[in-house]
């Protein structure tokens, strides 16, 4: 629900000829490059000035992720998590960590916001499958938050569950790739508008195509904090940047959702979502006290019937010292630091309440500096 359009999103630093790391993209970089995997937005941009509280300005949104094409409920699929830092507030995570496997879509949106949409997910999941409570068990919803208190009136609490009937129902493997969409509308990382960023690694191994997705919400870091393709771009100021907001203000936290289609079970997926602290790293993150950084991974393969018939199943899963299972830990760390690069050039400057302003980074000027450390290096 735009009353007006979010900013228009840049270049990213791929498209001017500076990739991460050495795993080639899939087709689309972004999460959705997963077969299966369905990505959806609603943001809501409305008000200008002075904090009215309950009322606006409004910067805020949610984000969907559906692990496949049918009922995540009924078809379950296997998962894994690491809490970086628990400063945060998100639901579910627990019974995840517990059983090994998702059961709902996974929701992304501000902190305030998380009970509002877990309720509207759980409405949501009733919906589709009467049985709910009444003739099989509860249903267990997952929603990541991050705060965008800086530019949005957070108490107002704008996300409804209309909202989260649109991002759930318009997801697809299309739509924005990243920047001020969904519940990235209101986020600022490392003194920049941020928000939304996504990336992709697809390769052939051995035989066995591997594709792996990353998205990122990213909203962490001080301005002299950010690096950039090894080089210390937030000390550097690109010319022409505008001076951010203060980095006192801004507060932090990360949520990484991790999807491949390679069949892994919840233990390597929880080792896989332990590497992506090495992405968030390469970008000038330190994890602060108060950064709320979760990590979701899950595997669209070998899928887990919710009223399971035989006592036992069989499944394939790929080794962990095989090579391809090696990749994928190096892949993860790749997709989340392009994830968080994407989430930066693809969203446009923002002014919030109480005037307050995220100035955008601009990939044209970054591409300058990174140029000219390739000059000195050699």
Not at 64 to 93: R, S, Y
Not at 124 to 144: D, F, K, L, S
Not at 269 to 295: I, M
Request: proline share 7%.
């Amino acid at each position: 629900m735009h009353d007006r359009p979010a900013p228009a999103a840049g270049l990213t630093l791929r498209e001017l000829g500076f990739p991460t790391g050495r795993l080639p993209t899939g087709p689309g970089n972004r999460l959705s490059d997963v077969p299966g995997v369905r990505v959806g937005h609603e943001s809501i941009v409305r008000g200008d000035g002075r904090l009215c509280r309950g009322e606006g300005p409004v910067r805020t949104g949610v984000t969907a992720v559906w692990p496949h094409a049918g009922d995540p409920f009924q078809e379950k699929v296997k998962a894994g998590v690491h809490v970086i830092n628990g400063f945060g507030k998100t639901a579910g995570l627990s019974q995840v960590v517990e059983l090994g496997s998702l059961e709902t879509p996974i929701l992304l949106t501000n902190t305030l916001n998380v009970g509002l949409v877990a309720d509207a997910i759980v409405e949501a999941m009733i919906r589709a499958n009467q049985e709910i409570g009444v003739t099989t068990g509860t249903v267990n919803p997952v929603v990541g938050e991050c705060s965008d208190a800086w530019l949005n009136d957070i108490q107002g609490r704008h996300v409804r569950a209309e909202h989260v009937a649109v991002a759930l129902r318009e997801a697809g493997p299309g739509g924005p790739a990243g920047g001020s969409v969904g519940a990235g509308t209101g986020m600022v990382a490392f003194g920049y508008k941020a928000g939304i960023g996504q990336a992709s690694r697809e390769w052939d191994a051995g035989g066995l195509v591997v594709r792996l997705g990353a998205l990122v919400l990213a909203n962490f870091g001080a301005r002299g904090d950010l690096v950039i393709l090894g080089v210390p771009v937030g000390r550097l100021a690109p010319p022409g940047s505008e001076v951010p907001p203060p980095a006192a203000i801004i507060g932090g936290s990360a949520i990484i959702v991790l999807a491949t289609d390679a069949p892994l079970d919840s233990r390597q997926l929880a080792r896989l979502a332990r590497r992506a602290v090495v992405g968030l790293a390469r970008t000038g993150s330190h994890v602060a006290h108060g950064s709320g950084d979760f990590v979701i991974a899950f595997s669209t393969a070998n899928r887990e019937p919710h009223r399971a018939a035989p006592p036992v199943v069989s499944e394939h899963r790929l080794l962990d010292h095989s090579p391809a299972f090696d990749q994928l830990l190096r892949g993860v760390g790749e997709a989340t630091e392009e994830a968080v690069y994407n989430a930066l050039f693809l969203a446009g400057p923002m002014t919030g309440r109480d005037g307050h302003h995220a100035p955008a980074l601009s990939a044209e000027p970054v591409g300058g500096l990174l140029a000219a450390s390739r000059r000195v290096l050699g």
